[in-house]
């Protein structure tokens, strides 16, 4: 038995998650049948399929991006170590900053998106 294990039985936590999961799916109206469900997603793949190419370029073009920057960065840090440019330098630190604040964020949700959406179960 593992530590989690241990705790669940002690403080009869083994229902308590999955009874919180059928009470919101109640509340809301989504405590389908496995038939249901699959009808529902066919459906919403069926109204959806034109979206999808969209989805894919907006993908595409932020990938493309991501990676054309962090060449930039690979580059101009290479380059700022190796001449002892200042100029290289701050470019890789602008890049740097503006990544972590604008580009992995979005990088991340594409990823989160495409990879775990059907990890639900």
């Not at 919180?20 to 959806?48: C, N, S, Y």
Request: net charge neutral; proline share 2%.
């Amino acid at each position: 038995m593992n530590l989690w294990g241990g705790l669940k039985t002690i403080f009869g936590l083994d229902g308590v998650g999955s009874t919180a999961l059928k009470i919101v799916d109640r509340m809301a109206g989504t405590d389908w049948t496995p038939e249901q469900e699959a009808e529902f997603i066919l459906k919403h793949a069926e109204v959806t399929k034109h979206q999808s190419p969209m989805r894919r370029f907006i993908a595409g073009t932020y990938t493309i991006a991501w990676l054309v920057l962090i060449a930039t960065w690979l580059i101009a840090t290479v380059c700022g170590r190796m001449f002892e440019s200042a100029n290289a330098i701050l470019l890789a630190g602008d890049i740097s900053s503006f990544m972590s604040s604008n580009i992995n964020l979005a990088m991340n949700g594409i990823l989160a998106f495409y990879f775990l959406i059907n990890m639900r179960k």
